[in-house]
């Protein structure tokens, strides 16, 4: 039972990654069709990380009256419902009012799903899982690709949005399963897994109960940090090494990919050590190893070798660092507050992977894109402090909410 359920919960994390790419890749085209700037992009993404935040800080008080499985399967169907509005949109306005159930639906499934792995499966599969969500983000590019050859941006997202409707059935066949699962939990004796059934007669965990927990403040800029690192190193990278670099934009661009590649390949590896080294291990690898490869872009050597090769490692280092914190949440804050706490940690990495890309486009605009490495650095040695100092506040004090 755990193990088909798990099969379900792998395919809702392909389906998580489809529509993170889909407008980015479609948008060449559509601002153009839609007589709107390119900029209006951004208003766009901004919209979907406000319904995003706002799910995700809901998605306690949503788990513990719906439980998991229903949470995941609605917030799939919205998800679902946006996509095939967004393929049947012809103006920027109906966009926008599509953005609302996007957001929404991304924030909760992604909070409620995240806690139920951390909660009910070993350390590995939240880093395959993560693997996953990249398979997703990589495919839909393609998918969108297709549409575009001969046929419209329209379709691109009418395909991926019939892909979430088709998981959306499988979801709600299986929430038997997920019912089952959390009986069985409760039954095992010693497992620290809660049930849906328990946590719903209790008080959700308020911000400021939760803020009060020792270490949560610090965790929580700890992974407002690795998102603002993450983003902006994706983001940026093409830019810095063609405007300061004077490297040519295809192989900028080839590089840059190779960021995202070198996430996605260290998750699938990570996935094979994540238990034996455990999650506080491989965070601090991560870090030290994309600090490395912070280091390597910063040098100002005649050669491009270093920064290039910076990039891949940079990504090779952030691959754990995502599922690891989210997996080692309960054991670091207790299974009974787990849900509520990641929830608000989803919350803290949209904020910082959606506005701090956007500051340091300010500073490449009016001091220097060769800030690109300094501003890396800055982040990176903030979130290992945090983490250290997370570690060391939890070790010495209670985690019991105040």
Request: hydrophobic share 50%; net charge positive; proline share 4%.
């Amino acid at each position: 039972m755990y193990s088909l359920l798990l099969v379900i919960i792998y395919i809702a994390f392909i389906s998580l990654g489809l529509p993170d790419s889909l407008i980015g890749s479609a948008w060449p085209v559509m601002h153009r069709e839609l007589e709107v700037p390119v900029s209006c992009m951004g208003i766009l993404t901004m919209l979907i990380s406000g319904g995003t935040i706002l799910s995700s800080l809901l998605a306690d008080r949503l788990t513990r009256k719906l439980g998991t499985g229903l949470v995941t399967a609605v917030s799939v169907l919205l998800t679902a419902a946006a996509l095939f509005g967004f393929s049947v949109s012809d103006s920027f306005l109906l966009l926008c009012i599509w953005t609302v159930p996007y957001g929404l639906g991304a924030g909760a499934v992604d909070a409620s799903l995240n806690n139920y792995v951390a909660l009910h499966y070993a350390s590995r599969h939240m880093s395959w899982l993560h693997c996953f969500w990249g398979v997703g983000c990589s495919v839909s590019p393609y998918i969108m690709g297709y549409a575009l050859t001969g046929h419209s941006w329209n379709l691109g997202f009418r395909i991926v949005s019939a892909l979430q409707i088709t998981l959306t059935a499988i979801l709600f066949l299986s929430l038997p399963l997920w019912k089952k699962a959390a009986v069985n939990a409760v039954a095992n004796v010693g497992s620290s897994a809660v049930s849906d059934s328990k946590r719903s007669a209790e008080k959700p965990l308020s911000m400021s109960r939760m803020l009060r927990i020792k270490g949560v403040p610090l965790v929580l800029a700890a992974f407002w940090s690795y998102c603002a690192l993450e983003s902006t190193t994706g983001i940026w990278a093409s830019s810095y090494l063609v405007q300061h670099r004077g490297i040519d934009a295809e192989t900028a661009a080839m590089f840059a990919s190779l960021f995202y590649l070198g996430i996605t390949f260290g998750r699938f590896l990570s996935g094979f050590v994540a238990d034996r080294l455990g999650d506080r291990r491989l965070i601090r690898l991560g870090t030290l190893t994309a600090l490395a490869g912070a280091i390597l872009i910063l040098l100002p050597l005649p050669i491009h070798f270093p920064a290039l090769a910076g990039l891949i490692i940079i990504g090779l280092g952030c691959a754990p660092i995502y599922p690891s914190i989210i997996h080692s949440t309960p054991d670091n804050f207790g299974a009974e507050n787990s849900q509520a706490i990641i929830g608000v940690q989803m919350a803290s990495a949209y904020l910082g992977s959606t506005f701090m890309p956007p500051l340091f486009g300010l500073l490449a605009t009016h001091v220097s894109i060769g800030l690109y490495p300094a501003y890396l650095l800055l982040f990176v040695g903030l979130m290992l402090f945090m983490w250290e100092r997370m570690k060391e506040s939890s070790r010495t004090g209670s985690n019991a909410a105040a």
